[in-house]
Each structure stands twice: as C-alpha cells, then as structure tokens.
C-alpha cells in the first residue's frame, strides 16, 4: 500500500494533472491586472460597465493577481470594448404571439498588454457570448428581464476571459 502512495505523485504529474490557477501561461512578473472601463460601441448603455466588474471578481476569486485601479502601477493591462450587442425573439407563445423567450448575444474584444514592454500577452477580437431568458407572458406583469439577463452575460463572460487568459486559448 505504501509503494502505490508513493507512485501517485508521480502518477498525477505524468498525467498532466495540475490545480487550478497555479499554472498559467502568464508570465511571473505579472503579479497586478488593472481593467479600466470597456469601451462601447453598441447603443446599449451600462454594458461596458459591467464587463470590466465582473472580470475584476473573477480574477480575484479565481486566481493569485491582485487587481488595481491605476493602469499606470499594474504590471498587466486588460483592455476590451463591447463591439455589438443584439436581443433576438426565439420562442413565441402560440395562445397570443408574443415572444416567450428571447436571446441577447454579447460581442466583446479582449486584450491583455504587459504594461512595460507593450507585449500582448493575450488577444480575443470576436468574444462571443450568449444569454436566453423568459419573456413574461402577462403584460400587466411584465418584468423586464435583459437587465438581470445581461449581469448573467457578464458573469458568463469573466468566467471565459479569465479561463482563456489563464490557459491563452
């Protein structure tokens, strides 16, 4: 019992095994990620101001990098901008017509620059993410739901970034 104890270090190393955030592609000067406001070129407002929060949670929760406020003191920079938003019908009631369920996409540009060389460490330029939800169906109640839809988005989102800059893919 004693010699497979032993071979299991080896077992999982072999195997490519390893724990999350404590291996990345990051280089290890990088220690601090700044993330100002998201740029917006969409007609939808609060959109870029979600992104840039939802993304700082992440990579607070998630990993090792400390997140600041000043682009000028972090070691690292992720820049993005929403580059189109759509909200499309995809279900409609057949008793009344009306929609029953909707769909918002998010297309945002990702990248993350080591600030003292200008090095692009990760780029993304068509990140694509999708959120369908319920349309009530009684008008008197209606709750607009693509404002809860849209923060479920960004949570969706500062999942994938922080997984794609963590393993550069």
């Keep these: 019992m004693r010699y497979l104890l032993a071979l299991l270090p080896l077992t999982l190393a072999c195997c490519g095994y390893k724990f999350a955030a404590t291996d990345t592609t990051l280089p290890k000067t990088v220690h601090t990620i700044a993330i100002p406001a998201f740029n917006n070129l969409t007609t ?64 945002l540009s990702v990248t993350l620059t080591e600030r003292t060389t200008g090095k692009v460490l990760f780029d993304r330029k068509n990140f694509d993410v999708r959120e369908t939800y319920q349309i009530s169906p009684d008008a008197p109640q209606y709750f607009e739901e693509s404002d809860p839809a849209l923060k479920r988005a960004g949570q969706q989102v500062a999942r994938s970034i922080v997984s794609a800059v963590l393993e550069n893919f």
């Design 44 to 107: 939808r407002y609060k959109l870029s101001d979600q992104m840039p929060e939802a993304i700082s949670r992440e990579f607070l929760t998630r990993t090792r990098y400390r997140i600041v406020p000043d682009t000028n003191t972090a070691d690292a920079v992720l820049r993005g901008a929403v580059v189109n938003y759509s909200f499309n019908p995809t279900t409609f009631d057949p008793a009344n017509g009306r929609a029953a369920y909707a769909e918002l996409r998010v297309t």
